[in-house]
C-alpha cells in the first residue's frame, strides 16, 4: 500500500494499533454504511481488506451467521495480532495487502468491502483487478476513500498549522493519502471490469474531548505516517498550532470536527458478453 518516500508500512508499533483500536468505533460507525448496499445474506462468503483490528469484520460475521464466511486481511502485523482476538470458526484473519490476493481462488467471495482503506492503496488498478478476480459473478464491492476536492476538516487545520509553525513548503509531508475523485473513481471501477457503480459523498460528523483525542486518531489512523517526517521539535511547535486551530472548533458536545468519504459501490457482471465477428 505504498510507494517509496509516500507512505511507510513500517512505522506501525503495537501502541498505535492499541490506540487505533480503542478509536476504531468512528471508523466502524461509518464502516456500517458500506455494508447495507452490499445486501449481505446469511451463507455470504466476504473479504475484509484493511480490516485494521477488526472491529467491522466481526460485525459482518454475525450478518452472514454460521454458514458464511469472513475473512479480513490488513499489512499491519500489530493490527492483525489484535483482530484475531476476535475470530471464531467463521472469521479468520492474516496479514496481506489488496495488490497481491493470491492466495484467494477466482470467484471466492459473495462481497468485497475496504473501508477507509482505499486513499492508502498505491496501485489502485491491480487491487480492483485482484478483487474482480476473487469475487463471484455478481458479487458486490463496497469501498469509501477520502476525496482530494473535499479533504477532511482535521487535514486542512492541519495544513494551516505546518503553515503558522513556519513550514509551509513542507505541508505536503503531513499525513499523506493517495485519495481518488469521483471521475478517477469510476473510471477505475469500469477499467476493472465492474458495473452498476454508483457513489455520493457523504459527510461525517466527530466530537473529540480534546485535541489530544483528535491528535491520537490522526496518528493512530495512519500508522505513524502523521508528521512522520518532521523533527521532534518541529513537531511540538506544529501540534501546538493545531491545537489551537482545533480548539477554536469546541461546542457544548465537544470538538466538532468534520470528515468527508466517498461512497462506491458496484457489482462483478453475471456473465461476460462475447460479440463475434463474422
Known amino acids: 500500500m505504498s510507494t517509496a518516500?509516500?507512505?511507510?508500512?513500517?512505522?506501525?508499533?503495537p501502541e498505535l494499533a492499541r490506540t487505533y483500536e480503542q478509536a476504531g468505533i468512528l471508523q466502524f460507525h461509518h464502516g456500517k454504511?458500506?455494508?447495507?448496499?452490499?445486501?449481505?445474506?446469511?451463507?455470504?462468503?466476504?473479504?475484509d481488506i484493511g480490516a485494521g483490528t477488526g472491529r467491522l469484520t466481526e460485525f459482518?460475521?454475525?450478518?452472514?451467521?454460521?454458514?458464511?464466511?469472513?475473512?479480513?486481511?490488513?499489512?499491519?502485523e500489530n493490527r492483525v495480532a489484535i483482530a484475531r482476538?476476535?475470530?471464531?470458526?467463521?472469521?479468520?484473519?492474516d496479514v496481506g495487502r489488496a495488490e497481491d490476493l493470491s492466495r484467494f481462488g477466482p470467484a471466492e467471495f459473495d462481497a468485497v468491502y475496504l473501508n477507509s482503506v482505499f486513499h492508502w492503496i498505491a496501485d489502485k488498478r491491480q487491487a480492483l483487478r485482484e478483487i474482480e478476480r476473487v469475487l463471484r459473478p455478481g458479487g458486490r464491492i463496497g469501498l469509501n476513500v477520502q476525496d482530494p476536492t473535499k479533504p477532511h476538516e482535521s487535514r486542512t487545520l492541519l495544513r494551516q498549522a505546518i503553515e503558522q509553525a513556519g513550514f509551509g513548503e513542507r505541508s505536503?509531508?503531513?499525513?499523506?493519502?493517495?485519495?481518488?475523485?469521483?471521475?478517477?473513481?469510476?473510471?477505475?471501477?469500469a477499467e476493472a471490469g465492474f458495473v452498476d457503480y454508483r457513489s455520493d459523498l457523504r459527510?461525517?460528523?466527530?466530537?473529540?474531548?480534546d485535541v489530544?483525542?483528535?491528535?491520537?486518531?490522526s496518528e493512530a489512523s495512519a500508522f505513524g505516517n502523521f508528521l512522520g517526517s518532521f523533527s521532534s521539535e518541529e513537531r511540538a511547535a506544529i501540534d501546538a498550532a493545531f491545537a489551537a486551530l482545533v480548539e477554536a472548533k469546541r461546542t457544548p458536545e465537544g470538538l466538532r470536527l468534520e470528515r468527508y468519504l466517498r461512497f462506491a459501490f458496484a457489482r462483478k457482471p453475471r456473465s461476460r458478453t462475447v460479440t463475434s465477428v463474422s
Open 5 to 13: 518516500g509516500v507512505i511507510s508500512l513500517e512505522r506501525d508499533t
Open 33 to 47: 454504511f458500506l455494508i447495507g448496499p452490499l445486501a449481505l445474506k446469511s451463507g455470504d462468503r466476504v473479504l
Open 60 to 76: 459482518v460475521a454475525g450478518l452472514v451467521g454460521p454458514t458464511g464466511r469472513v475473512i479480513g486481511i490488513d499489512p499491519l
Open 85 to 93: 482476538l476476535r475470530a471464531s470458526g467463521t472469521l479468520t484473519f
Open 172 to 189: 505536503s509531508e503531513s499525513h499523506r493519502v493517495l485519495g481518488s475523485t469521483e471521475d478517477e473513481l469510476k473510471a477505475l471501477f
Open 203 to 209: 459527510s461525517l460528523i466527530d466530537l473529540h474531548d
Open 212 to 217: 489530544d483525542s483528535v491528535l491520537g486518531r
